[in-house]
Each structure stands twice: as structure tokens, then as C-alpha cells.
């Protein structure tokens, strides 16, 4: 339900793959440096598993303009593997309602997380499954987003008309074939005239150079910017940004100039996202993902203490990009293994997007966990096959509704800390951190909250 004043109520894996089924443990930075060193691999290592057949040219599809809005909604998804378009007409319906009440931004990625191979083989286009996902991203009132990721086979060192998906998300383009991508990338802005934003790349895949340790900015760059000037010749006022990189912690102290009791990032993608930002032809906001755990402990200080490392890496986002808009493409907030209850679980999500509202982000997109079958989804927005409304999906509709892009936040205290609030001239939001019921004083009134309870009370004329 869409708060009003009363209540309401896990992480993907960063490397899902389009006709995969497993689901792989989070990836953090020492993660990602194994999946990512395969780009260094000879193009011999592709299998070429899935051979393509030739597509009848598709039109474009005819797609609403998206909902002309006051405020820009800042809250949003991302469709992964599983999603509505693959549902029953009944979670369909109830997807398109849960999405399209208060509008959100949603984003698609262009190949793989659901989405077939856009260019198997040089000028042969098959967008069908991306029209799918945009047809219905129009249909539920969306603000579409675009995210430039992942590359077909030949331009990665494998064999036109054929993917091999083990290894999508793992290789990037050769630097020979930048161009190509980048001529990809400005034929898919054509083809969706009504998506205005788009991200370059995902997690710096392939980007790892395990000669020096390090990642390859400068290659990453290189292609940002041949993308970043094929888009804004289609359009000048398409959006752009970059360098969607993973930062990763931990809680063993290190050389870093960022760190806090949530931890210690890894100064190597501090170096890779400024190398960005002063090499970049031009960008129109900065994007980045992390998990609040650490690579070697968890959550520290705790769960919730933990969740203050988005807002600081916020804070020396804006500083050092001289203000850019940023934006949160993922976020993940459970360790493995956790545990954690469905009311748990929300309360800590609504803590984080009271740090991104509190630290000024521009744009959070919530990575939806959905899942193919019916039975327990963990974080899910609707019931897999059922389509009923699950607590992320109310959380995220009552931060669009009430704390949008530029909402100016009121201090409001509480008299337990436990209780964490964020108010805006109508309304205040609350959630419990504690497990146990939690009395105290919050806006000059006496509430009590269950344990992680959320709640939202209206202010003054709300």
C-alpha cells in the first residue's frame, strides 16, 4: 500500500545470467576481481553455446511518453532476470498497479537480466525481448532508464551469431570493437526515443587488470566516452553517466582516504572513479553500487550502523565530481545466510533510503531479487505467480510519494535513537531498529513501534 498515515510495511547477485538459473553469492570487490580478470582471456575461451537465428525486422515499438512530473521521483527498480514479462497475466496486472501508482524510474539492461542477445552478429538486430521489457516499463508509468551492458560475443573475442552466456557478464568489448559498442548503444537510444538516461557499462565487468592489481580505468574511460558522444549525437539532451563501479569495504583498517565505522573502501576504485571523473568527456550524473557488508566481516558496526557508508560514499561523490547528480544503481544491505525476517529486512532497507533521501541522492534504483517460480521471494516488490503486494514494493511507493528529487527535509528528533525517523514538511517516516517494542517521543508525539516496524504519520496539513 502507498503510506499515508499509518503502516506498512536480498541482494542479487551482481552477476545473474540471461538463460542461467542458479543465483550466485554477492560479489564484492575480491569477488569481482575474479569474475572480472576473465576479460584478459584469448577469445578461443568462448563455447558459443547459443546460436542465433535471423530476426524479420521488428518496428520500433510505440511507447507512451513516460508521466510528465513536478519532481523528478529519485526512487526506482531495476528488471532483472525474472520480471513481470515473464509472469501470468495476474502478477502482471498487480505489477503494472504496485510500479505505476506513484511512478518510479525503472531500468533495463540491454543484454542479459532477462534481455536476449541485442546484435548477435554485425547489423543483425534482435531487440524483441527489450521492446517486451519497455512496452511494459510504458505501460506501468515508468521513467525509463537504460543501462549499456552487456557486449555481444564478437565484440568480446567470440564468434558472430552465436553467445555464450557463462561468460556476459565477465569480458568486456575489445578495445577494437568500442566503436562498435558505442554504434550499438546510439541504435538502441533510436530505438526507445522516450528513454532519456542512460548508464554506461555495469560493474566495471571485464575492467580488472590482474597484471597490476588494479582496475583499468583508462579502458573504461575510453569506451564511457565514445558511448557517452554516439548518445548525445542521437539526442542532446539524452542523459549519460558513468562509471557504475563497485565500491567495495572492509573492516580491517587500510590506506584509503574514505572510511568510517562502517569500514575501509578499497582506494583502488577511489582512484578508478576519479581517473573517471577527470578524463570523461562529459558526464550528466556519477553512478556507482556497493553492499554495506565488508569483504571480511559483515556489517559493522551492525546492521543498521552499517548502512551510514551510503551516505558518506554519497558525500565524497558529490564533492569530488563537483556536485555531480549521483545515483545509487544497486544496493545491497543482507550478508549470506542471514536469516533475517521479511520485517527485518524492510526496516533496514528503509534505513538506507533515509541515508540516500538525508545525503542528497539523486536517483536510488532498487535491484528487484524476483524470482521465476511461486513460493518465498526474500525483498521481492509482488508474490512470484501471484502477484500479491510484498513490503519493499510499499516502502519504495511511500519514499516516491513523500521524499522525491529536491524534497526539502525537516529536523525531527526522537527521544530513542533506536527509532529512526525522516520527516519532510507533511510527513514523517519511522522505523524501529530494535527487536522489541520501542516507545519514545518522535515529532512532539508519544508512538510505540514494534519490533523493525515502519511508520509514517502525517504533519501539520498532510
Same mark, same amino acid.
Given at each position: 500500500?502507498?503510506?499515508?498515515?499509518?503502516?506498512?510495511?536480498?541482494?542479487?547477485?551482481?552477476?545473474?545470467?540471461?538463460?542461467?538459473?542458479?543465483?550466485?553469492?554477492?560479489?564484492?570487490? &575480491?569477488?569481482? %576481481?575474479?569474475?572480472?580478470?576473465?576479460?584478459?582471456?584469448?577469445?578461443?575461451?568462448?563455447?558459443?553455446?547459443?546460436?542465433?537465428?535471423?530476426?524479420?525486422?521488428?518496428?520500433?515499438?510505440?511507447?507512451?511518453?513516460?508521466?510528465?512530473?513536478?519532481?523528478?521521483?529519485?526512487?526506482?527498480?531495476?528488471?532483472?532476470?525474472?520480471?513481470?514479462?515473464?509472469?501470468? +497475466?495476474? =502478477?502482471?496486472?498487480?505489477?503494472?498497479?504496485?510500479?505505476?501508482?506513484?511512478?518510479?524510474?525503472?531500468?533495463?539492461?540491454?543484454?542479459?537480466?532477462?534481455?536476449?542477445?541485442?546484435?548477435?552478429?554485425?547489423?543483425?538486430?534482435?531487440?524483441?525481448?527489450? #521492446?517486451?521489457?519497455?512496452? !511494459?516499463?510504458?505501460?506501468?508509468?515508468?521513467?525509463?532508464?537504460?543501462?549499456?551492458?552487456?557486449?555481444?560475443?564478437?565484440?568480446?573475442?567470440?564468434? =558472430?551469431?552465436?553467445?555464450?552466456?557463462?561468460?556476459?557478464?565477465?569480458?568486456?568489448?575489445?578495445?577494437?570493437? !568500442?566503436?562498435?559498442?558505442?554504434?550499438?548503444?546510439?541504435?538502441?537510444?533510436?530505438?526507445?526515443?522516450?528513454?532519456?538516461?542512460?548508464?554506461?557499462?555495469?560493474? !566495471?565487468?571485464?575492467?580488472?587488470?590482474?597484471?597490476?592489481?588494479?582496475? #583499468?580505468?583508462?579502458?573504461?574511460?575510453?569506451?564511457?566516452?565514445?558511448?557517452? /558522444?554516439?548518445?548525445?549525437?542521437?539526442?542532446?539532451?539524452? +542523459?549519460?553517466?558513468?562509471?557504475?563501479?563497485?565500491?567495495?569495504?572492509?573492516?580491517?583498517?587500510?590506506?584509503?582516504?574514505?572510511?568510517?565505522?562502517?569500514?575501509?573502501?578499497? +582506494?583502488?576504485?577511489?582512484?578508478?572513479?576519479?581517473?573517471?571523473?577527470?578524463?570523461?568527456?562529459?558526464?550528466?550524473?556519477?553512478?556507482? #553500487?556497493?553492499?554495506?557488508?565488508?569483504?571480511?566481516?559483515?556489517?559493522?558496526?551492525?546492521?543498521?550502523?552499517?548502512?551510514?557508508?551510503?551516505? =558518506?560514499?554519497?558525500?565524497?561523490?558529490?564533492?569530488?565530481?563537483?556536485?555531480?547528480?549521483?545515483?545509487?544503481?544497486?544496493?545491497?544491505?543482507?550478508?549470506?545466510?542471514?536469516?533475517?525476517?521479511?520485517?527485518?529486512?524492510?526496516?533496514?532497507?528503509?534505513?538506507?533510503?533515509?541515508?540516500?533521501?538525508?545525503?542528497? $541522492?539523486?536517483?536510488?534504483?532498487?535491484?528487484?531479487?524476483?524470482?521465476?517460480?511461486?513460493?518465498?521471494?526474500?525483498?521481492?516488490?509482488? /508474490?512470484?505467480?501471484?502477484?500479491?503486494? %510484498?513490503?519493499?514494493?510499499?516502502?519504495?511507493?511511500?519514499?516516491?510519494?513523500? !521524499?522525491?528529487?529536491?524534497?526539502?527535509?525537516?529536523?525531527?528528533?526522537?527521544?530513542?535513537?533506536?527509532?529512526?525517523?525522516?520527516?519532510?514538511?507533511?510527513?514523517?517516516?519511522?522505523?524501529?531498529? &530494535?527487536?522489541?517494542?520501542?516507545?519514545?517521543?518522535?515529532?512532539?508525539?508519544? $508512538?510505540?513501534?514494534?519490533?523493525?516496524?515502519?511508520?509514517?504519520?502525517?504533519?501539520?496539513?498532510?
Amino acid at each position: 500500500m502507498i503510506p499515508t498515515d499509518g503502516r506498512h510495511a536480498r541482494r542479487r547477485s551482481p552477476w545473474p545470467i540471461a538463460l542461467g538459473a542458479g543465483v550466485l553469492a554477492v560479489a564484492l570487490v &575480491a569477488g569481482i %576481481m575474479v569474475y572480472a580478470s576473465n576479460g584478459s582471456k584469448p577469445g578461443n575461451q568462448f563455447t558459443g553455446s547459443e546460436v542465433a537465428t535471423t530476426m524479420p525486422a521488428q518496428p520500433a515499438p510505440q511507447l507512451e511518453q513516460p508521466p510528465a512530473l513536478k519532481d523528478w521521483p529519485r526512487w526506482g527498480v531495476t528488471h532483472t532476470q525474472y520480471s513481470a514479462t515473464n509472469e501470468t +497475466q495476474k =502478477a502482471i496486472d498487480e505489477a503494472k498497479g504496485l510500479l505505476g501508482r506513484v511512478p518510479l524510474v525503472q531500468n533495463q539492461h540491454i543484454m542479459g537480466w532477462g534481455v536476449g542477445n541485442p546484435e548477435p552478429s554485425p547489423g543483425q538486430y534482435n531487440f524483441r525481448d527489450l #521492446d517486451r521489457r519497455l512496452k !511494459f516499463m510504458s505501460s506501468s508509468r515508468a521513467i525509463p532508464v537504460i543501462t549499456l551492458c552487456c557486449a555481444p560475443d564478437w565484440m568480446k573475442g567470440g564468434q =558472430a551469431g552465436r553467445t555464450d552466456w557463462s561468460k556476459n557478464h565477465t569480458v568486456a568489448p575489445e578495445p577494437e570493437h !568500442f566503436d562498435d559498442f558505442a554504434a550499438l548503444a546510439a541504435r538502441v537510444a533510436k530505438q526507445y526515443p522516450t528513454v532519456k538516461h542512460f548508464m554506461v557499462w555495469n560493474e !566495471f565487468k571485464g575492467f580488472w587488470d590482474p597484471t597490476t592489481n588494479r582496475w #583499468d580505468a583508462e579502458g573504461y574511460t575510453e569506451l564511457y566516452n565514445k558511448v557517452y /558522444t554516439a548518445l548525445k549525437k542521437v539526442n542532446k539532451d539524452i +542523459q549519460v553517466g558513468g562509471p557504475y563501479i563497485s565500491v567495495g569495504t572492509s573492516a580491517t583498517p587500510g590506506p584509503s582516504e574514505l572510511s568510517g565505522p562502517w569500514g575501509t573502501v578499497d +582506494q583502488r576504485v577511489l582512484d578508478a572513479i576519479t581517473y573517471w571523473i577527470d578524463h570523461k568527456k562529459g558526464a550528466d550524473f556519477i553512478v556507482v #553500487d556497493a553492499a554495506s557488508m565488508t569483504n571480511d566481516k559483515g556489517n559493522v558496526p551492525d546492521d543498521f550502523g552499517a548502512q551510514a557508508k551510503f551516505s =558518506a560514499v554519497t558525500t565524497w561523490l558529490r564533492q569530488k565530481s563537483k556536485d555531480l547528480p549521483v545515483w545509487w544503481s544497486e544496493w545491497y544491505v543482507e550478508p549470506e545466510n542471514s536469516q533475517w525476517t521479511e520485517e527485518k529486512r524492510t526496516a533496514v532497507q528503509a534505513t538506507v533510503l533515509m541515508e540516500f533521501a538525508k545525503s542528497g $541522492v539523486a536517483t536510488a534504483l532498487y535491484w528487484n531479487p524476483h524470482k521465476k517460480d511461486e513460493g518465498e521471494c526474500p525483498g521481492c516488490l509482488w /508474490t512470484p505467480k501471484a502477484g500479491g503486494e %510484498m513490503p519493499m514494493a510499499g516502502l519504495l511507493s511511500g519514499f516516491a510519494k513523500w !521524499f522525491p528529487s529536491g524534497t526539502p527535509l525537516t529536523d525531527v528528533q526522537s527521544s530513542d535513537q533506536r527509532i529512526k525517523v525522516l520527516g519532510q514538511e507533511r510527513q514523517v517516516v519511522m522505523v524501529n531498529t &530494535a527487536a522489541e517494542d520501542v516507545t519514545a517521543t518522535v515529532d512532539g508525539r508519544q $508512538v510505540t513501534l514494534k519490533p523493525y516496524e515502519i511508520k509514517w504519520s502525517g504533519r501539520g496539513g498532510a
